[in-house]
């Protein structure tokens, strides 16, 4: 297999004509008459810049259960266990795509390694690629929020924008924590909390061109079946009858089933179903 050796030499590398993209490298040690784990790189030294990001993409399959570590080793780093980025990565008969970012903390030249051990000698590696990137630094409590009420009354914590919790359930303006509970919310589009100018806020089908939902009514905490679509994937919205968006997720298939949030209240609203270039709009009663 030109281009990648290892070490110890118990380790057999070959090329497989039938996993992974057409083809794949196979890594099989089971001997550790040498040494208890083998070390794969490339033959090609490559350069990195301390203080900069750089993304690690493979493609690993394997016939057994286990895992690899892997990451970025420079030449000075060659006689010791340190790595830049590395990680120990799971594999089985399940296909992985991996994608992972480091920040250098060296200039150097070096290679990708990946390193098992002779108990999980067997694995197939593919698309192997490693490129520096941009990074912008992103504050994740701009768009995550954790609101915690530690008291023994039910606390209301004001909302600047558009957001929704776990169950697609949107709020704005602010929200009641009950006592000694938490929520977590995301952020959302201003305008997903509101029906756009187009939306018919007083929908009457039950069912439209062949699509339905059932049952309707149904109590909030139980689960709805969206049929008939026609879409392989979409959103579903739902409103309420002064446009704002009450609760929302994203299907695939033509047929689908969702759990209606408990915490919609009883009423008369607005469900659409789209996928970009279509929309469907029924009539959904909640108990």
């Known amino acids: ?20 993209d057409g083809g794949a490298l196979k890594v099989s040690f089971t001997n550790n008459a040498s040494y208890n784990t083998f070390g794969l790189k490339h033959d090609t030294n490559v350069p990195v810049q301390n203080g900069q990001w750089y993304r690690m993409r493979f493609s690993i399959v ?17 006689s010791g266990p340190e790595m830049e980025g590395d990680r120990y990565i799971p594999f089985d008969g399940n296909r992985r795509d991996v994608t992972l970012f480091f920040q250098s903390s060296i200039t150097d030249q ?6 098992n051990s002779y108990t999980e000698g067997i694995y197939y590696l593919d698309n192997v690629e490693l490129l520096r990137v941009s990074a912008t630094p992103v504050d994740p409590f701009t768009k995550q929020q954790l609101f915690l009420n530690d008291q023994a009354t039910e606390q209301t914590f004001t909302l600047n924008g558009c957001w929704s919790d776990v169950n697609g359930v949107t ?8 006592p ?12 997903d909390c509101t029906a756009t100018g187009n939306e018919e806020i007083a929908p009457s089908a039950l069912t439209a061109n062949g699509m339905s939902v059932f049952p309707n009514p149904v109590e909030a905490g139980n689960m709805i079946t969206i049929a008939g679509t026609g879409m392989s994937t979409g959103a579903l919205r739902l ?26 209240q009883p009423g008369s609203y607005q469900l659409n179903v789209e996928n970009g270039t279509t929309m469907h709009k029924l009539r959904l009663i909640v108990l």
């Open 1 to 20: 297999m030109s281009g990648w050796s290892g070490w110890p030499t118990q380790g057999q590398i070959s090329h497989n004509t039938s996993e992974l």
């Open 62 to 78: 394997s016939d057994m259960m286990g895992e690899v570590l892997v990451g970025f080793k420079g030449q000075s780093q060659v």
């Open 110 to 115: 070096g290679f990708l390694s990946f390193t």
């Open 171 to 178: 709020y704005s303006g602010s929200i009641d924590v009950a």
């Open 180 to 191: 000694y509970s938490s929520i977590v919310l995301v952020k959302e589009d201003d305008g």
């Open 239 to 264: 409103f309420d009858m002064q446009g704002k968006r009450i609760w929302s997720a994203r299907f695939n298939g033509d047929n689908s089933q969702y759990v209606v949030p408990s915490a919609v």
